[in-house]
């Protein structure tokens, strides 16, 4: 790499394609390009407004916009301009300064590479044999046009550039398409087996016009003597020289290295540099290696998809030939021909045996069933459906046997107050259900300030609780000792 001016310095034309308004400029930009296309170079800011509010998208743009949008392209050197003095009719219209507008050299190629890339998708890649065909030809040309003037040289020069050229961003982008994620995916799928046969024969015919041509292109360029390349190089840069260019000054120097460089790449492709293999052998490689892996892949899905056949015909045809054995005896040697003795597959109950006699066999005894399920994450068992019960005469059922259960814990309870108080230090032998209610209702008595609740049924208590004194209560399940304690109701606060 060599460092000049203009690889370091900052390439201003480009800011248009990421600026704050970049709508506004791509679309002028355009309109710019596709009049250059036309050869026509120059326009006015009242032809770029036409044609922007031309389009329906550009309803609302205004003169004032187009005129600062030009000013900006201006400033970031991608319009050149100058001021039209032809119709000026007075020193008003001189002094507005009416502007003719002009793409600059960087932005048509900017331009020109923004439609590439917009048409990738489009464009596509291919690999074209008939473009090593055209090298080989011209190759095979090099000992006769040294002797033709400067002009056909210079033909020549440029259709065995172009065609090189050509012929490397071609097999790069293709193959760097099949090598993409998506192919890959792709070659994955089962659409893939109808376009594999159609794509390996293409990428055949490929390797037979790299081995019907590069062979016969190494051994000419191998042959050529330096002088007669001396003289063609020569031709191609006095014509170079001769092309008068208004505003880029080329030495004979920087076009020899060009051309001198261009021939040794073509070389190095097809013959290969200080013993290490050219570029065509390894294209060779790589595209056979293609082939091999589109084989694989498609007989890889045509297994699976032979794997996932159906087999209802197979298995009534094994049905029928066990329903035609006599015994279980000739059954059993259908099963060892038919499924093999090899490998067989065991399969594990935990069932309960009749007996323990090991001169039983398994056919002898009752079958163990087992329930087979899809080991896949979108599995569900089938919902039984079943109609909705009447169970209002049990709901009642239930719901009158709660009523009585706790009419009945209220009267045990009331069987235990004495003088409207509940005092535990005197209570009988409780039953776990009667405990819990009076539990219940001393838990509640503590969560309150002042140690008063209600009951269930609406009666107010208050619980008194002695600091010193301890009592001991006895239960069905067990005693418990507690502070002694008394549940006054409100009668009798």
Known sequence: MQVSDKLIKPLTEAKYLNADNVSRYRCI??????????????????????????????ADYKIEQCQQDLAMLTEWKNLNTIQDTKKVSSIEEFKNKKYRYQMSEYSVEIERLVLRLENLLVEGASLEPTLLERIRRNVEKIPDIAVHDKDEVHTWWDDLNNDF????????????????????????????????????????SFIKGLQRNVGVIEECLRQQEENRLNQIFDKVVEYELSIPRMDTVLTR??????????????????????????????????????????????????????????RKEEYKKVAELFMRCEDLSQAHKMSAMVFGMEKPFHVSADSIRETDSINKGVYEEKPFC????????????????????????????????????Q???????????????????????????????????????????????????????????????????????????????????DENV
């Open 165 to 204: 050229v050509r012929l490397n961003q071609n097999y790069q982008d293709y193959i760097r398409d099949l090598n993409s994620v998506k192919s890959e995916e792709m070659m994955h799928t089962k659409e893939f087996l109808v376009f594999k046969d159609r794509l390996i024969e293409y990428l055949r």
């Open 407 to 489: 009419k009945e814990e209220m009267r045990k309870i009331n069987e235990l107050e004495k003088d409207g108080m509940i005092d535990f230090a005197e209570l009988p032998v409780l039953e776990p259900g009667i405990r819990e209610i009076l539990l219940k209702w001393i838990s509640d008595a503590l969560e309150s300030a002042d140690f008063s609740a209600r009951t269930d049924d609406g009666r107010t208590y208050k619980l008194y609780k002695s600091d010193s004194e301890t009592c001991v209560v006895h239960c069905e399940d067990g005693n418990f000792t507690m502070p002694r304690m008394r549940l006054v109701f």
């Open 253 to 310: 120097q920087m076009i020899e290295q060009n051309v001198v460089g261009r021939y040794q790449s073509m070389y190095d492709w097809f013959v290969g540099s200080e013993g290490q293999e050219n570029e065509a052998g390894k294209l060779f490689d790589v595209t056979n290696d293609i082939i091999r892996r589109i084989t694989r892949y498609a007989a890889a899905l045509s297994e699976k998809n032979a794997l996932g056949a159906n």
């Open 370 to 405: 087992i329930d087979l399920k899809p080991r896949v994450r979108t599995y569900r068992e089938k919902t039984k459906r079943s109609s909705i019960v009447e169970a209002r005469e049990k709901k009642l059922e239930t719901r009158r046997k709660i009523i009585e259960r």
């Open 29 to 58: 930009m355009r309109i710019f390009f596709e009049n250059y296309e036309k050869l026509r170079y120059w326009l006015y800011q009242e032809d770029v407004y036409e044609q922007m509010i031309a389009d329906p998208f550009w």
